[in-house]
């Protein structure tokens, strides 16, 4: 006898078949606005197979037309699923993503049409609904503890598992989801979202009851494998009807989540407390038995011995330590993830264990497969088990290799997952923090940049016009198809910095990404590349949206050296976020800034810093003897602008520019001058500084307007570019 949950799903999803559309998909992002009113120049998504181009991610503000052939690839692809029930459900959920993600649905007479929602995600929305019945319960989870637990780790060692452990952390919290599902009787179509250490399901209203058990019941888990480092807090909220103002329930379970967070493992009983953390471990506690990565001590069983190069120092890992190793090894040249949902069987892990068995212990078997002549055998070799394949970096060219697959294969299951996968290598190994910093340009540091969208919680609270639970889903995905998917193509790109410095090498040689995904990042490389980085990143996300004004992004980006701790360097870039989202108002915008070299500027200025440290730059290449005695006298400005401008802040004062660094500046600029008569170029660049520079002092805002603002950092930027070891 068949599921009742997963009958009424796939009979939903049978149904929106025939709602595709012809009419052309908006941007979800129209209708994020101050008001109630979509924004007035609407932008269109053009209907394709989805893939990392930009023609499919990026909208459009023609209205397009939606290919006739796409509707026949379609329904060619729903022929050849499976008849058992659940191995059709989930192939019709991938389909659906695949061809109808930027295609717009056809309701009948009893609904209203949606513009901005895509057949994919009204059929998925509607389906989960479905197979949890009348009445409906939003579960949502959230993963504490993740910084420390991927950056509380040995810096020497910290290059080597910072991306397994990334990696690790996004299968957790989907197998997390998983389990809850599994415990409420629920198919995969009921997962609305999982990234960023958090995820959203649908399950029976009737699952209330169970939060609590569910709460103990992974609580024990995560405390047995994880030593108490990770927790997952849990909220739910009734659905009262397809109607519910789901913005408003969204924020109820976020509260109920935060709520649980602040009393972690508080479900516990104290027998369990009191064995799990107060009662002496029964090993001896010395460094022999210490986990050279992340500082775990316990019994000596659960421990390796390190592989290292000749010549170096083998340290002893953990299970977890090892297997996140290997882990963030193997990704940095898969093309495949093959997921299977085993029976969970938690009581089977009961001390620190590998990755991988703790994902399975939850319900979730992961491998890696490097290439297609793998991935068959890996197929091959399981062919009475659903295994759900996902291609981690999707071009158009992989298109044919998934109809060819979900064409030969018809028990599995075929997606795309777009991952940002970015790790520089070296001999065949992952460069080390300090390798990334001899590589930089100039001064030899590292840097760390930490960027997310300003608001979201706003955005998705009370700027989202009509808060239905599918426009939620729609701008969920949204975001996550930017930051999971698109960052990882703008990390790889080497125009970036090519016209700037003629690079010699890709900027993915040089960039670390620990994470990306919902609406974050986090990325380690050569402080040289990455200010570029982050600006390519805030520009695109601008297109992405249709230049939403109230859609932006802030970013902190610090430098550190070779040996700097990088938990403490994860703190510090984390800070500078912060500083960056303190920018003033200016235009009724607020954040959508970047903090560089202990400095805010606003992305609206950064063209004109940039313009600035190019001309700099350009003057240096071109062997110019005054370029540094020049790049002094702009940070010696800037100093005394700032000085003069914190003592009128002190005082009490309205903030001025005025003060004596103007005519200073304007004697020292006019000797520069008078020193090079005969540099064109040199005379070209003075004079605009001398235009710019002593001009707009009063306009409302510092870091928008104002050259010396730009003009110290471009100096300082330059500056650090052209210093050699010593200096």
Not at 99 to 123: F, H, K, M, R, T
Not at 156 to 172: D, E, I, P, T, W
Not at 318 to 333: A, N, P, Q, R, Y
Request: hydrophobic share 40%; net charge neutral; charged share 20%.
């Amino acid at each position: 006898m068949s599921d009742p949950p997963v009958i009424g799903a796939l009979k939903s999803m049978t149904n929106s078949v025939e709602a595709w559309s012809t009419t052309p998909l908006e941007s979800i992002f129209n209708q994020i606005s101050p008001s109630t009113e979509p924004t007035s120049a609407p932008y269109f998504l053009q209907a394709q197979r989805f893939s990392l181009s930009e023609t499919a991610l990026f909208p459009v503000s023609e209205r397009p037309q939606v290919p006739a052939d796409l509707h026949t690839e379609f329904r060619q692809a729903l022929d050849q699923c499976s008849k058992e029930p659940s191995t059709h459900l989930a192939q019709m959920l991938s389909i659906f993503q695949d061809y109808a993600w930027a295609v717009g649905y056809q309701s009948n007479a009893d609904e209203a049409i949606d513009p901005v929602v895509s057949l994919y995600d009204y059929a998925r929305t509607k389906a989960s609904l479905a197979a949890a019945g009348k009445q409906a319960l939003l579960v949502g989870g959230d993963i504490s503890g993740v910084q420390d637990f991927i950056y509380t780790i040995a810096a020497s060692r910290a290059a080597k598992s910072l991306r397994g452990r990334s990696f690790y952390l996004q299968m957790l919290t989907e197998a997390l989801a998983g389990w809850v599902l599994a415990q409420a009787g629920m198919p995969s179509s009921n997962l609305l979202y999982s990234g960023g250490g958090r995820f959203y399901a649908i399950v029976p209203a009737a699952c209330a009851a169970h939060i609590a058990q569910w709460r103990r019941e992974l609580g024990q888990f995560l405390l047995n494998v994880h030593d108490g480092e990770l927790y997952v807090a849990l909220g739910a909220a009734t659905i009262v009807d397809a109607n519910h103002d789901f913005g408003a329930l969204f924020r109820a379970v976020n509260d109920h989540v935060t709520a649980d967070k602040r009393r972690r493992f508080a479900t516990l009983d104290s027998q369990t407390i009191q064995a799990s953390l107060f009662t002496p471990r029964g090993h001896r506690g010395n460094e022999e038995d210490r986990c050279a990565t992340c500082g775990y001590m316990g019994p000596t069983q659960l421990f390796v011995t390190e592989q290292v190069d000749p010549g170096e120092t083998a340290g002893k890992l953990c299970l977890l330590c090892e297997s996140t190793i290997k882990l963030g090894f193997s990704l940095h040249d898969a093309q495949f993830i093959c997921i299977s949902r085993p029976a969970s069987k938690l009581s089977t892990v009961t001390r620190r264990a590998s990755s991988k068995d703790i994902l399975a212990a939850l319900g979730t078997q992961v491998e890696i497969c490097f290439d297609q002549k793998e991935l068959r055998s890996y197929l091959n070799r399981h062919p009475d088990q659903l295994i759900h394949v996902q291609i981690i970096r999707p071009f158009t060219g992989d298109l044919k290799l998934l109809t060819e697959l979900r064409s030969q294969y018809r028990q599995h299951v075929f997606s795309f997952r777009p991952i940002v996968n970015v790790t520089p290598k070296k001999n065949g190994a992952v460069k080390s923090f300090d390798q990334l910093a001899d590589a930089s340009r100039g001064i030899k540091r590292f840097g760390v940049l930490r960027m997310d969208v300003d608001d979201l919680g706003d955005i998705f609270g009370y700027s989202l016009a009509k808060s239905s639970l599918a426009r939620i889903s729609s701008l969920s995905a949204a975001f996550s198809r930017f930051f999971e998917g698109w960052v990882g193509e703008i990390c790889r790109d080497q125009q970036i910095v090519t016209s700037i410095y003629q690079a010699d090498q890709a900027p993915s040689e040089q960039i670390y990404s620990v994470y990306s995904g919902g609406d974050d990042l986090f990325v380690v490389g050569g402080w040289d590349v990455l200010p570029h980085i982050a600006n390519r990143i805030q520009h695109d996300l601008q297109r992405y949206t249709g230049y939403n004004r109230l859609i932006h992004v802030s970013a902190g980006l610090s430098l550190h050296t070779k040996k700097f701790p990088l938990y403490q360097a994860a703190k510090l870039a984390h800070n500078a976020l912060d500083n960056a989202k303190d920018a003033p108002l200016r235009q009724e915008i607020r954040k959508n800034a970047l903090e560089f070299l202990d400095q805010t500027i606003a992305w609206e200025a950064y063209p004109a810093l940039v313009d600035w440290h190019q001309r700099l730059w350009h003057l240096y290449q071109a062997e110019q003897g005054m370029v540094r005695s020049l790049l002094q006298v702009l940070m010696e400005l800037y100093s005394q602008y700032q000085e003069h401008s914190q003592k009128h802040q002190k005082s009490g004062n309205h903030q001025t520019a005025y003060g004596p660094w103007i005519w200073r500046g304007k004697y020292q600029l006019a000797r520069i001058r008078d020193r090079h008569p005969n540099d064109q170029e040199l005379k070209d660049l003075l004079v605009d500084m001398d235009t710019s520079l002593f001009s707009n002092f009063d306009k409302p805002h510092r870091i928008s307007l104002r050259t010396i603002e730009q003009l110290g950092l471009a100096a300082r930027w330059t500056q650090l570019l052209i210093r050699e070891q010593g200096d």
